[in-house]
Protein backbone atom coordinates (compact mmCIF):
# COMPACT_ATOMS: atom_id res chain seq x y z
CA UNK A 1 0.00 0.00 0.00
CA UNK A 2 0.81 3.31 -0.62
CA UNK A 3 0.29 6.18 2.73
CA UNK A 4 1.55 9.62 2.81
CA UNK A 5 2.44 10.55 6.45
CA UNK A 6 3.32 13.68 7.66
CA UNK A 7 4.29 14.55 4.35
CA UNK A 8 6.05 11.50 3.47
CA UNK A 9 4.95 9.23 0.91
CA UNK A 10 5.47 5.24 2.05
CA UNK A 11 5.63 2.20 0.07
CA UNK A 12 4.73 -0.60 2.64
CA UNK A 13 3.51 -3.97 2.63
CA UNK A 14 1.40 -4.63 5.92
CA UNK A 15 -1.20 -6.95 6.97
CA UNK A 16 -4.85 -6.54 6.14
CA UNK A 17 -5.51 -6.46 9.58
CA UNK A 18 -3.16 -3.54 11.13
CA UNK A 19 -4.80 -0.82 12.16
CA UNK A 20 -3.44 2.47 10.95
CA UNK A 21 -2.20 3.33 14.92
CA UNK A 22 0.02 0.22 15.10
CA UNK A 23 1.36 0.90 11.25
CA UNK A 24 1.91 4.25 12.52
CA UNK A 25 4.00 3.37 15.74
CA UNK A 26 5.02 -0.24 14.80
CA UNK A 27 6.05 0.53 11.26
CA UNK A 28 6.80 3.79 10.78
CA UNK A 29 8.05 4.28 14.71
CA UNK A 30 5.51 7.46 14.82
CA UNK A 31 4.73 6.39 18.58
CA UNK A 32 3.26 9.77 19.51
CA UNK A 33 -0.20 8.88 19.15
CA UNK A 34 -1.13 5.99 22.14
CA UNK A 35 -2.84 2.57 22.14
CA UNK A 36 -5.38 3.85 25.06
CA UNK A 37 -8.41 1.57 25.12
CA UNK A 38 -8.02 0.07 21.20
CA UNK A 39 -11.84 0.61 21.43
CA UNK A 40 -12.73 3.84 20.59
CA UNK A 41 -13.40 5.27 23.26
CA UNK A 42 -11.28 7.53 24.89
CA UNK A 43 -9.64 9.31 21.40
CA UNK A 44 -5.93 8.81 22.61
CA UNK A 45 -5.03 7.13 19.13
CA UNK A 46 -6.81 10.59 17.44
CA UNK A 47 -5.20 11.22 13.96
CA UNK A 48 -5.93 13.23 11.10
CA UNK A 49 -6.95 11.57 7.37
CA UNK A 50 -7.21 14.00 4.41
CA UNK A 51 -8.10 16.58 7.44
CA UNK A 52 -10.33 14.71 8.99
CA UNK A 53 -10.26 13.31 12.76
CA UNK A 54 -10.69 9.99 13.43
CA UNK A 55 -9.48 6.99 16.17
CA UNK A 56 -6.82 5.32 14.23
CA UNK A 57 -6.89 1.98 16.52
CA UNK A 58 -10.73 1.34 14.81
CA UNK A 59 -9.42 1.86 11.15
CA UNK A 60 -7.63 -0.59 8.76
CA UNK A 61 -4.29 0.44 7.56
CA UNK A 62 -5.47 -0.76 3.79
CA UNK A 63 -8.29 1.47 4.32
CA UNK A 64 -5.91 4.67 3.88
CA UNK A 65 -3.99 3.45 0.52
CA UNK A 66 -3.23 6.36 -0.82
CA UNK A 67 -4.52 8.91 1.74
CA UNK A 68 -2.53 11.80 3.23
CA UNK A 69 -2.21 11.07 7.16
CA UNK A 70 -0.99 13.04 10.02
CA UNK A 71 -0.02 12.80 13.88
CA UNK A 72 0.89 14.55 16.27
CA UNK A 73 4.91 14.64 14.85
CA UNK A 74 3.56 16.22 11.75
CA UNK A 75 2.00 19.47 13.32
CA UNK A 76 4.91 20.53 14.83
CA UNK A 77 8.70 20.30 15.60
CA UNK A 78 10.07 21.24 19.39
CA UNK A 79 11.42 23.97 18.14
CA UNK A 80 8.18 25.35 16.34
CA UNK A 81 5.28 23.89 17.84
CA UNK A 82 1.85 24.18 15.73
CA UNK A 83 -0.35 26.82 17.57
CA UNK A 84 -2.26 24.16 19.63
CA UNK A 85 0.89 22.57 20.82
CA UNK A 86 2.15 25.94 22.30
CA UNK A 87 -1.53 26.88 23.79
CA UNK A 88 -1.78 23.46 25.47
CA UNK A 89 1.88 24.19 27.09
CA UNK A 90 0.88 27.67 28.03
CA UNK A 91 -1.78 26.68 29.81
CA UNK A 92 -1.22 23.56 31.34
CA UNK A 93 -3.28 21.72 29.03
CA UNK A 94 -1.95 17.99 30.12
CA UNK A 95 -0.55 16.44 33.08
CA UNK A 96 0.15 12.95 32.60
CA UNK A 97 0.55 13.52 28.82
CA UNK A 98 -0.73 10.67 27.87
CA UNK A 99 -3.94 11.49 26.09
CA UNK A 100 -2.72 15.39 24.47
CA UNK A 101 -1.02 13.65 21.34
CA UNK A 102 -4.59 12.96 20.92
CA UNK A 103 -6.81 15.89 22.64
CA UNK A 104 -4.50 18.49 20.03
CA UNK A 105 -4.92 16.11 16.51
CA UNK A 106 -8.83 16.24 17.68
CA UNK A 107 -8.83 19.90 18.46
CA UNK A 108 -7.32 20.51 15.19
CA UNK A 109 -9.50 18.32 13.12
CA UNK A 110 -12.73 20.25 15.50
CA UNK A 111 -11.25 23.71 14.13
CA UNK A 112 -11.21 22.67 10.91
CA UNK A 113 -14.65 21.76 11.28
CA UNK A 114 -15.79 24.80 12.89
CA UNK A 115 -13.82 26.54 10.30
CA UNK A 116 -16.11 24.77 7.51
CA UNK A 117 -19.03 25.61 9.48
CA UNK A 118 -20.08 22.43 9.85
CA UNK A 119 -22.55 22.25 13.22
CA UNK A 120 -22.48 19.86 16.16
CA UNK A 121 -25.34 19.07 18.64
CA UNK A 122 -25.11 21.91 20.88
CA UNK A 123 -24.86 24.96 17.59
CA UNK A 124 -27.33 27.23 18.44
CA UNK A 125 -27.42 28.43 14.36
CA UNK A 126 -26.69 26.43 12.01
CA UNK A 127 -25.31 29.17 9.39
CA UNK A 128 -22.83 30.88 12.38
CA UNK A 129 -21.14 28.38 14.22
CA UNK A 130 -19.47 29.91 17.69
CA UNK A 131 -17.52 28.34 19.36
CA UNK A 132 -18.33 28.67 22.95
CA UNK A 133 -17.17 26.39 26.15
CA UNK A 134 -20.07 23.86 25.20
CA UNK A 135 -19.24 23.95 21.38
CA UNK A 136 -15.83 22.88 22.34
CA UNK A 137 -16.59 20.33 24.85
CA UNK A 138 -19.28 18.52 22.58
CA UNK A 139 -16.84 18.23 19.88
CA UNK A 140 -14.26 17.31 21.99
CA UNK A 141 -16.46 14.63 24.06
CA UNK A 142 -14.32 12.31 22.16
CA UNK A 143 -11.04 12.33 23.99
CA UNK A 144 -10.88 11.22 27.39
CA UNK A 145 -7.93 12.93 30.15
CA UNK A 146 -8.17 10.92 32.86
CA UNK A 147 -6.12 13.54 35.09
CA UNK A 148 -8.81 15.74 34.27
CA UNK A 149 -7.40 18.43 32.68
CA UNK A 150 -10.83 19.69 30.92
CA UNK A 151 -10.78 23.23 31.85
CA UNK A 152 -7.40 24.39 30.54
CA UNK A 153 -7.78 21.97 27.38
CA UNK A 154 -10.80 24.41 26.65
CA UNK A 155 -8.83 27.30 27.49
CA UNK A 156 -5.96 26.39 24.88
CA UNK A 157 -8.56 25.30 22.42
CA UNK A 158 -10.09 28.95 22.66
CA UNK A 159 -7.42 31.08 22.92
CA UNK A 160 -6.23 29.41 18.97
CA UNK A 161 -9.62 30.11 18.24
CA UNK A 162 -9.66 33.59 18.77
CA UNK A 163 -6.18 34.14 17.52
Known amino acids: MRIT ?12 RTTLLDLC ?9 KKGCDHGQCGACTML ?7 ACLTLAVMHDGDAVTTI ?7 HLHPLQAAF ?19 KGMLD ?7 SHVSGDLDHVDLTDAE ?28
Do not use: K
Open 25 to 33: REHLGLTGA
Open 136 to 163: IRERMSGNICRCSAYPTIVDAIREVSEA
Open 113 to 119: EVAMGWA
Open 73 to 79: EGLGTPD
Open 49 to 55: VEGRRIN
Open 5 to 16: VNGAAHEIEVDV
Open 89 to 107: VRHDGFQCGYCTPGQICSA
